[in-house]
């Protein structure tokens, strides 16, 4: 017994000081640690899976040992990713010291939620979730000079309700500006346009739920004229721009997009435009419309 024990001990120690450390740790506790991915900056990911939710008092015994483990290894930070069909263990990750990161719906691809615990002596530097909406708005002009315009049928606030405005809305999760801005056009209006470019940006905070929003207009040529009374406009007109800029019943922040019509655009280039880490290809926006070969 003590020769084996002996051996048992120089195996040990011939791992890596961590791998030695966890695997004395499920030795003396024979609690199953929980699988997790690390990252290049000192975390460790965990994704709960079904199984994990079936016994949630046996999942708790698992993330204490866990969280302890990689504590003692060095470790900085936890990300735990709980998807819907397995809930019943967010009590236990709450009462572990978990802080809520963010969620997602399923219709948004997501159907999840995301946890961290901050493990390391220094203060928390884990980056907060996004908290920027993009939104787009299509200043689309016809042939004769005339911007088309819509009400919505409900507004934002009362004091805006029934005012004349440009069509727009927030972009879907992965879809391009000038996409969202085309799309936005014909769901509101019926018309269908091309994106020339962005022409202007504005940014403001304080929006519903604390975000802040980037919203993107983008100047744009009419490929049909004939507006149609949608489920988010009562009325959709044609109006000439000097009677938009001059009319009481247009919106007065819109005033200042159509009154820059006709100035410089960002143009759309798309491509990987020398990036090394971009996936696909991207819409690169610059005051030219060309751009010189790199």
């Not at 049928?153 to 999760?173: M, Q």
């Not at 507006?227 to 000097?242: D, L, Y």
């Not at 990036?275 to 690169?284: E, H, L, P, R």
Request: some cysteine; hydrophobic content about 40%.
């Amino acid at each position: 017994d003590s020769k084996k024990r002996r051996t048992m001990l120089r195996s040990f120690l011939r791992l890596p000081r961590p791998a030695y450390l966890r695997e004395l740790r499920c030795k003396a506790t024979s609690v199953e640690l929980l699988n997790g991915s690390e990252d290049r900056f000192g975390g460790v990911t965990v994704n709960v899976g079904v199984n994990d939710s079936v016994n949630p008092d046996a999942f708790h015994l698992r993330l204490r040992a866990s969280v302890e483990a990689w504590r003692s290894e060095g470790r900085r930070a936890i990300w735990a990713h709980v998807p819907n069909d397995a809930g019943s263990v967010v009590p236990a990750l709450l009462s572990e010291g978990f802080d809520w990161h963010h969620a997602k719906p399923s219709r948004a691809g997501g159907g999840y939620a995301l946890l961290t615990r901050w493990l390391a002596d220094e203060p928390d530097n884990l980056p907060l979730y996004p908290s920027t909406q993009v939104g787009v708005g299509g200043l689309v002009l016809n042939k004769r000079g005339e911007v088309l315009l819509m009400q919505e049928r409900i507004s934002v606030s009362d004091k805006v309700h029934g005012l004349w405005k440009i069509p727009g809305g927030l972009a879907d999760p992965g879809e391009d500006i000038v996409d969202a801005a085309a799309r936005e056009v014909y769901e509101e209006t019926g018309v269908k346009a091309k994106g020339e470019g962005v022409l202007c940006i504005h940014h403001r905070h304080g929006y519903r739920h604390g975000v802040s929003d980037l919203y993107f207009t983008v100047r744009m040529k009419a490929e049909t004229e004939e507006t149609a009374v949608t489920p988010e406009a009562r009325a959709v007109t044609w109006m000439p721009a000097p009677e938009a800029l001059d009319s009481p019943e247009v919106l007065g922040f819109n005033k200042r997009i159509i009154a820059v019509a006709e100035k410089g655009l960002l143009f759309p280039h798309l491509g990987r435009h020398g990036s090394g880490i971009a996936k696909k290809d991207f819409f690169f926006y610059a005051s030219t419309s060309e751009l010189d070969p790199l």
